[in-house]
């Protein structure tokens, strides 16, 4: 179609439509609250690794992983998904969060393994959970408002 037999109001209507669809998109973005707390779970029960025994920390571990990637297998199945590795506001609060994740498992190993206290990977494991859940509530905000802002 010629852009020359597009009126003013066939265009305002388009750009409604493709409004409304954005809006729809966004509204049916949940992350329902069990898988939320499912993947928290695995994701601070792998900060308590270090206080199992071998071979159970990395069997541990292991399970966690696998936990983790059938979750995001099973998510990515949904008609509307989007990687945390976009472009947009959300893709630095990612990697600062990606930073966060890495400390505290790292912290957790050293400050078991060397001081022996079995309560720094319990003390780290409820900040990771605390942490997850805040910074999924806060993510999945930002992204559902660049929806419905349009942006990529």
Not at 14 to 20: F, G, V, W
Not at 58 to 64: P, T
Not at 71 to 88: A, H, I, L, N
Request: glycine content about 8%; proline content about 6%; some cysteine.
């Amino acid at each position: 179609m010629p852009t020359e037999d597009i009126t003013p109001e066939d265009a305002r209507r388009a750009l409604s439509e493709i409004s409304a669809r954005e809006q729809g998109s966004a509204a049916r973005l949940e992350w329902p609250l069990w898988r939320e707390l499912v993947l928290t779970g695995l994701v601070s029960g792998m900060v308590l690794a270090p206080l199992a025994a071998r071979p159970f920390d990395i069997l541990l571990i292991i399970a966690c992983c696998g936990g983790i990637l059938a979750m995001v297998r099973d998510y990515t199945r949904q008609p509307v998904w989007v990687s945390g590795y976009r472009k947009g506001r959300t893709q630095p609060m990612t990697f600062v969060f990606a930073g966060f994740v890495i400390a505290l498992y790292l912290g957790s190993f050293a400050g078991y393994h060397t001081t022996g206290l079995w309560w720094i990977p319990v003390a780290a494991s409820a900040l990771m959970f605390l942490g997850f859940t805040v910074f999924n509530r806060i993510w999945m905000a930002v992204w559902r408002a660049e929806i419905r802002e349009g942006r990529p």
